[in-house]
C-alpha cells in the first residue's frame, strides 16, 4: 500500500498518529496479530540493525494471515543503522500491493534522503506548548551570554530526552520565516542533537557550546 515516515511532535504524539493509521487498517494491536510486526531498538542495544530490517523486508513479502493488509512499525526509526536503511530501500520504494511500512522517527534529518524521498512525509504536530512555557528557540537565542549560560546549566538538570524533544521544537519553530542566521542555528541545534542522541557528551557542555556558537 504505502511508506510512510512519521516525524516530529512528542513520542505519545507519534504514537497516536500510529494507532490511528492501524485502526483505520482495521488492524489490531497485540502481540498475537501474524499482519502487524512491530519493530523497537533492544534493551542493551544503542541502534537498530540490518537484520531485523531484513526480517521487515521478509514479513512485508509474506501474504497476510487474517487481514487484507501487512504492516511494520518501525518505532524510533531514528536509531536503524545506515546499512538497516539501506536494506530497507527497495521495500520502501515498492513494498507489495497489501504492505504498509511506518517509520516513526523523532526528526525528519534524522534518516538517510534515500529513504525520506521513499516515502510520504507526515509532520506531526507538537501538542506541548513549549513556547508559552519560555522555551522559544529565538526568545533564548536573543539572550545575552550570560543568560544563556545560565540557562543552559539549569536546564541541563532534566532528563535527555526531554532536552532532545525541545531542541526538535526549536528546528520546528526556526523553519518558519526562515532568515539567513536561522538556517545556521539549524544546522548546529541539528548537530548537537545529533550528539546527545548518539554520544554520551556532557549535557550542560552540549547545551553551552550551542548557544555560545548560536548566531
Known sequence: MSSILLFGGTANDRESIVENTLGDLNMEINENNPDLLIIEKEEK?????????????????????????????????????????????????????????????????????TVISRCKRVRVKNTKENVTEGLSAKKI?????????????????????????????????????????????????????KDLEKTNVNLKLALETLLIKAK
Open 141 to 193: 537565542l536573543n539572550n545575552s551570554i550570560g543568560e544563556k549560560l545560565a540557562w543552559a546549566a539549569d536546564y541541563a538538570k532534566e532528563d535527555r530526552e526531554v532536552v532532545i524533544e525541545t531542541l526538535e521544537d526549536w528546528v520546528s519553530e526556526l523553519r518558519v520565516d526562515l532568515q539567513p542566521k536561522d538556517a545556521y542555528n539549524i544546522e548546529l541545534i541539528i548537530k548537537i542533537k
Open 45 to 113: 542495544k544503542r541502534s537498530i540493525g540490518i537484520e531485523k530490517a531484513r526480517n521487515a523486508t521478509k514479513f512485508l513479502h509474506k501474504k497476510p494471515f487474517n487481514h487484507p493488509n501487512k504492516v511494520v512499525v518501525i518505532n524510533k526509526a531514528e536509531l536503524l543503522t545506515v546499512q538497516a536503511q539501506n536494506a530497507l530501500l527497495k521495500t520502501l520504494e515498492e513494498p507489495p500491493a497489501f504492505a504498509t511500512i511506518i517509520l516513526n522517527a523523532k526528526t525528519e534529518t534524522s534518516l538517510l534522503d
